[in-house]
């Protein structure tokens, strides 16, 4: 079993800078197999997935309104993941969430198959 604990959250001013981490916690070997991606959910709307990352590393993908924006990242020593998030808008306010699958790379692009989630943390951006 796996847990992940997203922090870092908060209130920011459209065009700030904001990070997110994610904690994992569970056996390391099986941690560190599973791809590790960030969704957020807007009061009202469906959960959209914002950025993946392999379970290496190696791969990253991006929904096409954060490129060149935001940045995942891991580190699986750790057992953490990150969300950089530059120029921040308004409408990325949402519910942030940390989620894993053990699905092959091309599964982990589809949102569906992801089946470890965090509790979510409220980013907020203001005009």
């Known amino acids: 079993q796996v847990q992940l604990v997203e922090s870092g959250g908060g209130l920011v001013q459209a065009g700030d800078s904001l990070s997110l981490s994610c904690a994992a916690s569970g056996r390391r070997s099986f941690v560190n197999t599973l791809n590790i991606a960030w969704f957020r959910q807007a009061p009202g709307k469906e959960r959209d997935l914002v950025a993946v990352?392999?379970?290496?590393?190696?791969?990253?993908d991006y929904a096409d309104s954060v490129k060149g924006r935001f940045t995942i990242s891991r580190d699986n020593d750790k057992l953490e993941a990150y969300l950089e998030m530059n120029s921040v808008k308004v409408k990325e306010t949402a519910v942030y969430y940390c989620e894993a699958t053990g699905s092959n790379w091309l599964s982990s692009l589809n949102a569906t198959v992801y089946n470890h989630w965090g509790q979510g943390n409220q980013v907020t951006v203001s005009s």
């Open positions: 990352i392999s379970w290496s590393g190696s791969m990253t």
